[in-house]
Structures are given as C-alpha cells and as structure tokens.
C-alpha cells in the first residue's frame, strides 16, 4: 500500500478520536472515511471477494465504534486493523468450516487453471493498455497464491508487504510476537514464490553480479 | 490445502483420492525444498526475509552480506524472494465500492443502549436495571388492573344487579335494557360497543381506590373501570344467569341469609338489595384492601422506575 494513503493531519485524527470516543458519531465517519481504503484492501486481500471484503469492512468499523470506549494507549490504525483482521480470519473459518464450492474449487486448485470467477478488478485499462491486460492475470494469479497459504502465513503477508505495516506492527495486530511474526513470513514469502515460479510469473533471477547486488540490498531493502 | 511446518514427512495413510493427493504431493514438493534450505547449516536461507526487511541486527546483517558474496544457491534465494516481495508491494490499491460511514441504525441505537455505549461501565449497570424493574412492575400493574375488575365483577354484579338495571336504565336506554333480560352471547358485541363507550370517560378518570366506596354510581364505574369492554359486559349481561345458574353457590357464600334459588331470585328483585348491596362490598372489600395496598405501591414502583429510567436517557445524553 503507497505510504501516502495515511498522509493527513494527525492533530486533526487525535481531535476527532477524542471526539468519536465520547460518541460522536460524526467525527468517527471522518476515520472511517480516512481508514476505509486501507481496511477495505486489507479484507479483499485476506477474502479474495469483494463483496465478502465489503461486507468485513463494514462489521469491522461497526465493532470499532461500539469498541471505541475500550480503545487506549495504541495507534489507531493498528487497533482498527486488528479488528478487521481478526473479523476477516472468522469470515475463512467459517468458510472452511461451510465451504463454497465456487471459492474453493477455483482458488485452492493446484492444477493451475486460469479460469478466475471472482471479478478481481486491479487495473485501470486506460493506463498501459498492453501491459495491463498482463498486470491484471499477474493480480489475480497473486491474488490466488494469497489465497492457498494458511490463515497466519497470510495474514501477515497482507500486512507486511501489501499493506507496508512493519514487523512491530505486524506484530501488534496479529497479536503476535515479533519472533513469530519473522518465521511466518519466512515461510509465507518462500511458499509464495514457490507459487509464483510455478505460474511462471516470477522474473528469473541470478543476472546480477554478488557485489551489486549487495549494494542494491543495503539501499534497496 | 494443508497447514504443514517446514519437514512435514509423509503423515497420510491410507486412502487418499488422486485430486487429493496431488495436492499434497504440491505441498511436500514445497515444504521440502524449504526443508533442505532451512536445514542446511552455514546457509541463510531462513534469514533471508528478515535480512531483506531490516529486520536483523547489525551482526547478523553482516553475515548474511558475507555469505551472499560466496553462496550463489542463497543468492538465488535472496533474488527471488525479493522479487515476490515487490510483486506483493505493486498490487494495485482496489478502491472501495462505497463509503463505509455509519448510520444510527447500524450501530443500532435504542433507547436504553445509549447509556450502555457512552456512560461509563458501574452507571449504566444500576440504571438498566431499574428500567428492567420499571418494565416488570409495569406489566404487574396492568395485570392488576384487569384482574382487580374481574374480581369485583363476582363480587359486584350478583348483588347490584337491581342497582345496576335501575341506573342503566335511567342513564344508558335502549341498548342496556336488551342487555339485561335476555341472557346469551350474542348480546354481548351489540352490547359492549354502546355500553364501552358511556364508561370509557369515567375509566380513565376514576383511580380503583376511591372507586371502592359503596356508591350506586360508583358501583358502576368500579366495575368497568380497568375492564375491557367485553368483561363489563359480561358482568352485567350475565345478572341474571348468575342468578339462576352458576351463581347460586356464589351468591349463598356472599349473602348469608339466602339459601335456595327462589329466595335468591326475590333478594335480587326486592327494594331490600341494597341492604345484600352492603353485605357483599364489605366482604368483598376486606380481601380487596389489600389489593389496594399491593397495587399502590406497584404504582409507586412504576412511577420510581420511570423516574430512573429517565435519568438514565438523561445521562446518557450527556
């Protein structure tokens, strides 16, 4: 997620939240209009539908403000997302618990068809016309792989590398410690490479030289 | 698919159908590749992701820049994983569908919830269970109303029914004089619809308590007040029926002096039904008074919960 999509005031946040913890319910839709991308992507990424996303969205700032007296001594972006996290992993537990043969069947296929029934709309064709008929099968092929790992391995690749939280706040979301927080992206990230390469849409590796290819990971990373 | 850690062996047995068991022949071809790099000692494989975020110390970041410079296999490793890392960071933010913002009735206002969301935790406790209080005592209180009519109905009606044809038919006319001596239900819908309205006035206005004094006026309001229609019917229309049929054994317990159907019949038509008018009030108002008190204090009750209860959407409006 582009850094500046939380790029506002944060005096005016901090009015609004005392505002919205004495009920306000004014003031809290100003968060929620600030925060709805950002939760919204997050349930899409973790649902891979965008009506069930829709739908987490909305219980997710409805518990929020029903929560909002509880809420204290944190970030609000965490606390929001936390609630919307832990919403989305009941949506896929109950789902793996009353499965829906349309998700399942197309999503958890390892067989590799590219017959995608979810409208994953991830591009705007008027930008690139040639490149986006390719960015859009690139999405949803990400967008399945997301889909196969486990719950925890997931969720905190949503949030480390689609949503660009970092590890301590990964962390505080996923209730977790950092420690695990490390060895679930280890392997959420090997495990989706994995996936990818066998789509063949991982760009092939190993051109670079050792030395540059240190640099580039001092500065790049 | 499965949630297998890293070196999963081979854990299912026996059957397994073909779609089944490619799949998790997918896995393990996964889980074992990472197996090999993560247990290769002297290989950083497992560090890579942390290296990659920043996430190792000073120390540790090092030797992984040592080990990359000789490993070409954890080289590859490092390309690759950065690379799914920037795929997963260029997925295109999806807009949302519409605007999430809350309305009232999402977060499902009520009245009695606004103290529960806003006021803090020991208030709301004291003040919801007063409105709980208020509504149970206020059922109680209607309860009563209805059953305080009904009661005095028996009391009543077998001994003033002379009072009560006389007052009707001065007051009421034509519909309360059909009414009387033709016992039968079919009467009772003609009858409650004229006589209801004579009285509904006088049910709201008069309180059970002063209604209670001996009053041929008053008998009649007492009666009907707190009384549907149709059971004020009932009381009167059934006079007579009382009289000869189900009655009797009522009337003997109320009126001591009469004993035999005809005698009961004559105290009824007698000048003297006053006097039988009395007997049955003060017996009948002895049990009663204590009805009296019990519904004073529901009415106190109910008037301290909504008081409470008040103060409670008060509070809450704070």
Redesign the interface.
């Known amino acids: 997620?582009?850094g500046d999509?939380d790029s506002w005031d944060k005096e005016e946040e901090a009015r609004r939240l005392e505002s919205a913890r004495?009920?306000d319910?004014a003031a809290?839709?100003w968060l929620?209009?600030h925060y709805?991308?950002r939760?919204?992507?997050l349930c899409?990424?973790m649902l891979s539908d965008?009506d069930a996303a829709?739908d987490a969205?909305?219980d997710a700032?409805?518990s929020a403000?029903?929560a909002m007296?509880r809420f204290k001594g944190e970030q609000f972006r965490t606390w929001l997302m936390r609630i919307a996290t832990n919403g989305c992993l009941d949506v896929l537990r109950s789902r793996k618990r009353r499965p829906t043969i349309s998700l399942d069947a197309s999503l958890?296929s390892?067989?590799g068809d590219d017959v995608d029934p979810l409208p994953i709309?991830?591009?705007d064709p008027s930008i690139d016309p040639e490149g986006s008929a390719l960015?859009s099968e690139?999405?949803a092929i990400?967008q399945r792989g997301l889909d196969?790992l486990?719950e925890d391995q997931r969720t905190v690749?949503v949030l480390?590398?689609?949503q660009?939280l970092s590890?301590e706040e990964a962390a505080a979301v996923s209730g977790a410690n950092?420690g695990t927080v490390?060895s679930r992206?280890?392997?959420a990230?090997?495990?989706?490479?994995?996936?990818?390469?066998e789509k063949g849409?991982?760009?092939s590796?190993?051109e670079?030289s050792?030395?540059s290819?240190?640099s580039i990971?001092?500065d790049d990373? | 698919m499965g949630n297998y850690p890293p070196g999963a062996s081979v854990l299912l047995v026996g059957t397994i159908d073909d779609k089944r068991r490619t799949t998790f022949n997918l896995e393990l071809k996964m889980s074992k590749r990472l197996d090999t790099r993560l247990n290769n000692s002297g290989h950083v494989i497992e560090q890579i992701s942390a290296y990659l975020d920043g996430a190792l110390d000073d120390v540790a970041s090092d030797r992984v820049d040592a080990h990359l410079t000789g490993c070409a296999q954890c080289r590859a490793e490092y390309t690759e994983v950065r690379a799914t890392r920037q795929l997963l960071r260029n997925t295109v933010t999806v807009p949302p569908p519409r605007a999430f913002t809350l309305t009232e009735e999402m977060i499902g206002r009520k009245r009695w919830s606004w103290g529960r969301l806003l006021v803090p935790r020991n208030v709301p406790r004291l003040l919801s269970g007063s409105a709980a209080v208020f509504a149970l005592v206020a059922i109680l209180f209607v309860i009563d109303l209805s059953n305080l009519g009904t009661r005095q109905h028996a009391v009543f009606s077998s001994a003033s029914a002379p009072v009560l044809k006389q007052a009707a038919s001065a007051d009421r006319g034509p519909a309360y004089d059909t009414v009387a001596p033709t016992p039968g239900g079919s009467e009772d819908s003609q009858a409650s619809g004229s006589v209801a309205e004579g009285t509904v006035g006088s049910l709201s206005a008069v309180p059970m308590s002063t209604s209670m004094a001996a009053n041929s006026a008053n008998v009649q309001a007492t009666t009907t007040a707190g009384v549907s229609s149709g059971l004020r019917v009932t009381a009167t229309e059934a006079v007579p029926q009382v009289a000869t049929r189900v009655g009797s054994d009522k009337l003997q317990s109320q009126l001591p002096t009469s004993n035999s159907t005809p005698q009961i019949m004559d105290a009824f038509t007698s000048p003297t039904a006053t006097g039988y008018l009395d007997a049955s009030e003060t017996r009948g108002s002895a049990p009663d008074g204590g009805r009296i008190l019990l519904f004073s204090v529901e009415g106190l009750l109910v008037a301290l919960g909504a008081v409470l209860a008040l103060g409670a959407v008060f509070a809450a409006r704070k």
Do not use: C
């Not at chain 1, 990230?189 to 390469?197: E, G, I, K, V, W």
């Open positions: 997620m582009p999509i004495g009920g319910l809290f839709n929620v209009l709805q991308t939760v919204y992507n899409y990424r965008p829709a969205t909305q700032f409805i403000y029903r007296g958890s390892p067989d709309a991830d591009f960015r690139t999405a990400i196969v486990p690749l480390v590398d689609v660009g590890y950092i490390k992206m280890n392997r990230r090997a495990r989706m490479r994995d996936y990818l390469r849409v991982l760009p590796g190993g670079l050792a030395r290819e240190r990971s001092r990373r």
